[in-house]
């Protein structure tokens, strides 16, 4: 007898190292899954937390984590499993739970995932946010009475409350209990009598339930003690449209968008009602007249007037009408680069270049970063021939120059900048400008055009040359200077015939020779007809030539040796 239970005593003795010695096994194992984990190294750590599940088949943590990488392996049946598994072993733990709620509603197994998270919430009663969810969950599986429920413990913690009660109303409307609808609203009125909102929601919830006259009288005793309360006057305007009474609509209409309590929001909403009828009645006076009558009073925002200057370019109404409005708008906010803009594009098209420079340079103080407002100055400087202010202009546009600034933009910066550096004679750093346009858009046919014939002027990089010159061609085959700025490069590269092919062409395609330039393309042809061996018609085309530049020195040594001779 005493054998037998020392023989007992030492197989439980055993039995007891074994079970230390593969608990540290286990805890070894998922030390290590954790780290690959860590390190990101997933295969491993997966590996690791399998062999760990066989080591420890109770492991509640082993579980949780193979559930995050069977969801990774797209095998949400074996996820779910090991989360559900987790939780099961351990439903204290609110991070399981929780887990487990998220993954349900991931699958749309709501009615799953309520009675987890209502768990969660009975052990721990801090966590509202489970509140929250549990009326979101209550709602998709259309158990109304539940979702209320909700509702009243969450104002049970947090009070009666505008966002409650409004949600309370729209499931009572849902269920169609009108009068618990009602309820509600007044319930909440009573709380806080002191705020006539409160009043004034209760009126919209009579009159969206048929109560109109009680409705009427609560609008009317708000109004009596607050004439400037918004909501009501929103809730009559709505009202008097639903019974077809235009007048008043209207002068509740203008009332809103003339009270110094309404939003910007809501005026938009108005005014965006008013612009749709009439739009369907195509008369669009009454938007305007609304729009002049708001403009009049003190503004404290620029919304008004920009969305005024908008409603008026959509109306094609003509500029001297809408200028007047932008002009508010920057008198207001010196700031708004749209609308400034816009009025550097009226001036632009008035060609009123003193203004575009003016407006330019003024933004620059506070767009400095805007490089629309370089570029028009520059142009306007480059236009007036006042080339130094116009590469300055160019040059501190440059600076605000970034990845992502517009590429057309930028590329006739570059442009003109090389024109401008070539009328200076600086020609290295003009074609240095022109490759920086290039890199920027390589369509840039005006830069194309214009390098390929300064480098056919200096005989450089002929065959580059010839390359740009043929995409200026390809794109506008009847643009005469392009026209002539081929020919010409093919001229320079000895290709006479071919030139004459071109120069024909720039020839009939001149709209007015008399047109500044032209003299430079007729010109071009007597040269190239003289190297054709046609000194008649080159003769011609000198003649012709010298009438726009009578002194022109080379030009007369070629009528009177006839024949080509190089500058």
Known sequence: MVQRKLVLMIVMLLGLTVQAQELKSFDHFF?????????????????????????????????????????????????????????ALNPENEIYMETLAQTYIRQQDYASAIPVLEGIYARNKDREDMLEMLFQLYQQVEDYEQAVGVLNRLETIDGKSERISLAKREIYARMGDKKAAVAEMEALAKQYPNDLNYLAMYGESLMMNGQAKKALNIYHQVLKEEPDNNRVLMSLRTYYQSQGNRMVADSLTERVLLNKNATTEEKVHLLRQEIATSEASGDSTRVLALFRKILAQPQTEVDMAFYCASYMGAKHMPKDSIRPVLEQVLRMAPDQAAARLQLVGYAWEDENLDRVITLCQDARQYNPDEMAFYYYQGIAYYKRDQLDEALSTFQNGIGVIADDSDPVIVSDFYAVMGDILHQKGLAEEAFAAYDSCLVWKDDNIGCLNNYAYYLSERGERLDSAEAMSFKTVKAEPKNATYLDTYAWILFMQKRYSEAKIYIDQALQNISDTDAPGNEVIIEHAGDIYAMNKDTERALSFWLDAQQKK????????KIKQKKYIKE
């Open 31 to 87: 030390m290590e899954a954790m780290v690959q984990r860590q390190k990101g190294n997933n295969d491993a750590a997966f590996d690791l937390l399998r062999h760990c599940q066989e080591l420890n088949p109770d492991a509640p943590e082993v579980y949780f984590f193979l559930g995050q990488y069977y969801s990774l392996l797209k095998n949400p049946e074996k996820s779910i499993e090991c989360v559900k598994r987790a939780a």
């Open 550 to 557: 009578p002194e022109d020195q080379l030009l007369q040594k």
